[in-house]
Each structure stands twice: as C-alpha cells, then as structure tokens.
C-alpha cells in the first residue's frame, strides 16, 4: 500500500483538532485521495475527493432518483452496498484497531447492509430467488447471460404479482425456463424442474401465467440446437446427423407434428436414424439423454416412420 503524504497546504497550528483524538496532524492518501488523522486514521468530512460533475436533471417519468453516481452493475451481480468499505481490523496506516473501534465498524457495516437492502426496493434483495437462480444455473451449465436474464424476468414478473399464490421454487424455474427459451439455450423444462426439486406443471403453469401476464412472446428453442447437444452425448456420426437434419426438414412440413415438443422429435429421429444407418442407440439411453419418458419416444417414433414412409432395404444403405 503506497505511504500517505502528509498535508502541507496550511500550518499544523490552523488546521482543527481531530474529534477522536485531538491531533492536529493530517495524511492525504494517493489511492484513494482521501484526508484523515494520522494518529487515529479518522477520515475527516468535507474533504472533496472528486470535482463535482454536472448536475444531472432527472427526467420526467424516470424511475430511480437520477443521480447516475457510480459505476455500472449489471443486473445479475450479487448485493450491492454502499461505496464505504468497513471491515478487517486495522485502520488506513495499518495499526491494529482495539476491541472498541472494532465492535464500532461492526455496528457501522450491519447498519450500512441494513439501509442498503431498504434503499433498493428490490425482490430479489429481500428473498432467496437469487440463490437458488445461481444453483440452478450452476447445475445447469449455464452461462452468466442466462443468470442475469433470469433474475430480470422473475423481478419483472414479481412487481406485477404474476408469481403470487405460486412457490418460490416455480416462480424461479420458470424464470430460468423462460431465460434459456429466450437466448436459444437447449433446456427442458423438465431439466429445469428436477434441478429445483419443483413439479414439471407447477413450473409450466407458472410460466405460461408470467408469458401471458407480461405480454412477451418467449421463442422456443430450435430444435437443430437439441440436435447438437444430443449427437454429442450420445456420440453419433456425422452420417447420423445429416440423416436427422434431413428428415427434420421434411417432418416440420407436416401438421401432425406441430404439437410435439422439439427436444421429444429430434429424440424420436435420432432413435429412427440410428437404426437405420447400422449405430443403433436403445431407446432407455436416447429416452435418458433427451429427458423424455420410453413411451413418448416409442408413440413419437411410429408417428414419424409413418409420416416419413417405410425403412429403405438393406442394399439401399
């Protein structure tokens, strides 16, 4: 830590006495340009760190006060507090603090957290959704961005009450649901329902309440993303995958297939064109990658080789 330098501007003897401990003597920080005593390291008020910028007129119809006085924090980072730092057990020189002064900084930082979480006015600051969007995310894979869009849904959702009367842990499943729909994320809800220990209608119905309430229309999740993340798990070949891609093309044509989920048809022409090109995969393992139950897969597989015509001889391979 560089060595304050101490202030030379006016005599000892013109400078005011310290309010802790009387001394006359004052240090100027270079880092952090602040002016305290150098016996007690009290920071002494109306010390001007900073010029003062501009005033910043508030616009009309603005939420907030307007002030856009600190640095930008995203909208997924943890707690935010005040600028003031008030921990360890040393003053700004480095000497050790009594057993006083510490149980005063204490107080200080309980009585900062607590004015902190009053001033925010946020849900997410008074309730446990941000920790269990953080588990589910990291149980999930996935990335930061989708963290971040799901706290904002579930605080926008929250503030026009369309979580109320729901649990906390559907409110939040379908906000991380509606998060990876939103950024082309391949999760089912399903997946995102077990991670959270919630039931799948529970957190469907909380979702389809939060989409209709807030008039947003949440894409879904191309299937070709399922096709991808599938082959992977299951180690197909490209011949495989080419297969699928091509048979996708010509399913999607067909109306009897606009009401199945992407995830459960891409399992299903995976199945088919695993066992027409010679890879078989059992239905257990493909039904286990895709998180869809062996029954849906064996209907959707026999709705798909009807609509996609019969299996080509053995010489035609």
């Not at 309730?127 to 894979?141: T, V, W």
């Not at 409110?171 to 991380?176: E, L, R, W």
């Not at 894409?219 to 082959?231: C, F, K, T």
């Not at 109306?255 to 010679?278: D, F, K, Q, T």
Request: charged fraction near 25%; hydrophobic fraction near 35%.
């Amino acid at each position: 830590m560089p060595e304050g330098r101490e202030t030379a501007a006016a005599p000892a003897s013109d400078l005011p006495t310290c309010s802790m401990c009387g001394s006359r003597r004052r240090v100027q920080d270079p880092t952090s340009l602040e002016e305290h005593c150098l016996d007690c390291g009290l920071v002494f008020e109306g010390s001007e760190l900073v010029t003062p910028g501009p005033p910043v007129h508030e616009a009309s119809g603005a939420q907030g006060s307007g002030r856009g006085i600190g640095p930008f924090t995203t909208p997924g980072s943890s707690r935010r507090d005040l600028g003031t730092v008030l921990r360890g057990s040393r003053d700004g020189q480095g000497r050790p603090l009594g057993w006083q002064r510490r149980y005063e900084f204490q107080h200080l930082r309980r009585v900062m957290q607590r004015q902190t979480v009053r001033a925010l006015e946020d849900p997410l600051e008074r309730s446990q959704a941000r920790d269990a969007i953080a588990m589910a995310a990291d149980r999930l894979a996935l990335p930061p961005v989708i963290r971040s869009e799901a706290e904002r849904f579930f605080r926008d959702a929250t503030q026009r009450g369309l979580y109320r009367g729901r649990s906390q842990v559907a409110a939040v499943g379908a906000s991380v649901y509606a998060a990876c729909r939103r950024y082309s994320v391949p999760r089912t809800l399903g997946e995102v329902s077990k991670v959270l220990g919630a039931r799948r209608s529970e957190v469907g119905r909380a979702f389809k309440v939060a989409c209709r309430g807030m008039a947003t229309v949440v894409p879904s999740v191309d299937a070709r993303v399922y096709l991808a993340r599938y082959a992977q798990e299951l180690a197909l070949s490209p011949q495989i995958r080419s297969s699928v891609e091509s048979m996708l093309k010509e399913a999607e044509t067909s109306p009897e297939v606009s009401g199945l989920s992407a995830h459960g048809l891409v399992a299903a022409l995976i199945y088919i064109a695993a066992e027409r090109n010679g890879e078989r995969r059992s239905r257990a393992q493909v039904a286990r990658i895709s998180a869809v139950t062996e029954v849906t897969l064996r209907s959707t597989s026999r709705l798909l080789e009807r609509l996609l015509g019969p299996r080509p001889a053995a010489g035609d391979r």
